[in-house]
């Protein structure tokens, strides 16, 4: 159950429909949605890509974490990145502000969303292989930094309302 007047947090894999659920979620909750990324782009003034590219996974990391703690004071519903949660601090932070969902979507669903997406470096520069293997490693980081998950292979009101439930 979600805690009422406090952020709720999206977590999951790249591609598993964070964005597209969130948007539906806050237009249920009659709440704001962002989608982080988004978020460190405009604060950034440049693509993830170019984040990427610049000035590395480490910095992009650094910037995720100050965007979090930015983002967590509004009752609001955020879609977090793919690596957001991953970092302990950033999972307790959300845990403590508000409700973290893990939207638990079957990897070869995630995949089909990801691959060759220029948008999405670590996605775009790695084999599906290795995406797997990225996807075996966070899946439990996943678990472990949420307050609970609801089945990612399913519609996405139906995860909507799962959620809600």
Do not use: H
Not at 36 to 57: A, T
Request: proline share 4%; charged share 30%; aromatic share 10%.
């Amino acid at each position: 159950m979600i805690k009422k007047n406090r952020p709720v947090y999206l977590c999951g894999f790249m591609g598993c429909g964070k964005s597209t659920i969130g948007r539906l979620l806050a237009k249920k909750l009659g709440r704001e949605f962002v989608d982080l990324d988004d978020y460190i782009e405009q604060r950034e003034g440049m693509s993830i890509p170019q984040i990427f590219e610049q000035r590395g996974e480490n910095y992009f990391r650094e910037v995720e974490t100050v965007a979090l703690s930015e983002l967590s004071a509004a009752a609001g519903v955020v879609a977090t990145g793919g690596g957001t949660l991953l970092k302990k601090e950033n999972g307790d932070r959300a845990k403590s502000m508000g409700t973290v969902v893990f939207i638990d979507a079957p990897f070869d669903i995630c995949y089909e969303r990801i691959k060759g997406d220029k948008n999405r470096p670590i996605a775009y520069n790695s084999t599906r292989e290795q995406l797997f293997d990225r996807y075996e490693q966070r899946k439990p980081l996943y678990k472990e930094n949420s307050d609970f998950s609801v089945n990612g292979n399913a519609a996405p009101m139906q995860i909507v309302s799962d959620i809600l439930d």
